[in-house]
């Protein structure tokens, strides 16, 4: 009975491996007929104005009753220094959130979870450096949640926080991993994830990548991730080429200035093909520090921008509130001299990055 059942594990797993890569070549012919420079598309020339209004008003009604996307700080320690990062010097308490504030977040978000299509446990730090990581997936399991993802520089990703994982069965639950790797050779890696190890890190993405296999799980997604900037765009293609046939996706994306954090003398921008001219995080996407305020968006590292706390407020109160409102006003009007000064010279917008990370990838 029990190689009967295994069998039949097998059989869907390879069932299930092979519908998802399909799925992967899908959204993959998606990305390049978005992205090919050479093609004008303008959706309101082929769809007649008043359709594509009543559907632009229901899209942007639908987002403003909850975020579809969440950045939820679970830690904001870092072992990295990287130097396209503002977080090594932010000024705020450095810490971890406590489990109390998670379960009020994910509590609301359990309610409102038909709007929900993403949620990063992660924004200022390395969220495998929290020891209650375990803990706060198991709660959102028990809530029905399975949209979380992580990005991480892997090397504290380890063979005993993995065994968890798949021990809890929270592969589910996780729907992936991005694995911040921004180069092949040790020299280029560690000039970009400064402080970070080469070898653990490979290591242990790698090993995710096998105890998945050796669980029959499809999940969590793998996904092997490089910030093309100046100093490793020579390695672009050999970063594709090393794990386009081990993880999931590869994915490439461009940098940006964090709201003109950073100097962008290195930075690989994305200026002749610029995906927005207007900020959507405001429209979709929330952000809640460990001390469970909500702040404008990820890139404001020291939480000057604040524009509410779940402590006494709803997320939903917050979301629909006065300051977001205006600012949303405020971009969608061009309207400069009224935005944050974080959202005067940001780049963010023109990078392009949807809620899904399966349009990251530049292409070779």
Request: net charge positive; with cysteine.
């Amino acid at each position: 009975m029990q190689k009967i059942y295994f069998i039949n594990r097998v059989i869907a797993y390879k069932f299930l491996t092979f519908f998802m890569s399909i799925r992967h070549i899908l959204f993959e012919v998606l990305y390049r007929w978005h992205s090919f420079k050479k093609i004008k598309f303008n959706v309101k020339k082929i769809i007649p104005k008043k359709i594509f209004n009543y559907f632009h008003k229901r899209k942007i009604e639908k987002l403003l009753k909850f975020p579809e996307a969440f950045s939820i700080e679970t830690v904001n320690i870092c072992n990295a220094k990287c130097w396209f990062c503002p977080q090594p010097e932010h000024t705020r308490t450095k810490g971890y959130m406590h489990f109390d504030i998670y379960k009020k977040i994910i509590d609301e978000i359990s309610i409102n979870k038909k709007y929900v299509k993403s949620i990063a446990l992660f924004m200022d730090g390395e969220p495998s450096l929290h020891k209650e990581l375990i803990r706060f997936l198991i709660y959102a399991k028990e809530k029905k949640i399975k949209n979380i993802y992580l990005s991480s520089n892997m090397e504290f990703f380890n063979e005993k926080l993995i065994n968890k994982i798949f021990e809890n069965k929270l592969d589910g639950t996780l729907k992936y991993v991005i694995a911040s790797l921004d180069g092949v050779s040790e020299t280029t890696h560690q000039n970009n994830r400064i402080g970070v190890n080469t070898k653990k890190a490979y290591q242990n993405t790698l090993l995710l990548l096998e105890k998945r296999k050796k669980n029959l799980s499809i999940y969590p997604w793998v996904f092997p991730r490089m910030l093309v900037n100046e100093t490793n765009k020579h390695e672009e293609q050999d970063f594709y080429t090393f794990w386009k046939n081990k993880s999931d996706k590869v994915l490439t994306t461009f940098m940006h200035n964090w709201g003109g954090q950073i100097d962008e003398n290195l930075i690989h921008s994305n200026d002749d093909n610029p995906f927005s001219s207007i900020c959507y995080f405001p429209f979709s996407q929330c952000f809640i520090q460990l001390d469970g305020s909500i702040r404008i968006c990820c890139l404001d590292v020291n939480g000057k921008e604040i524009f509410g706390d779940i402590k006494n407020s709803t997320i939903q109160q917050i979301w629909n509130n006065q300051n977001f409102n205006e600012l949303r006003k405020n971009l969608i009007n061009n309207n400069k001299d009224a935005l944050p000064e974080i959202c005067k010279e940001c780049t963010y917008p023109k990078k392009g990055q949807w809620t899904l990370p399966f349009f990251w990838q530049q292409g070779f």
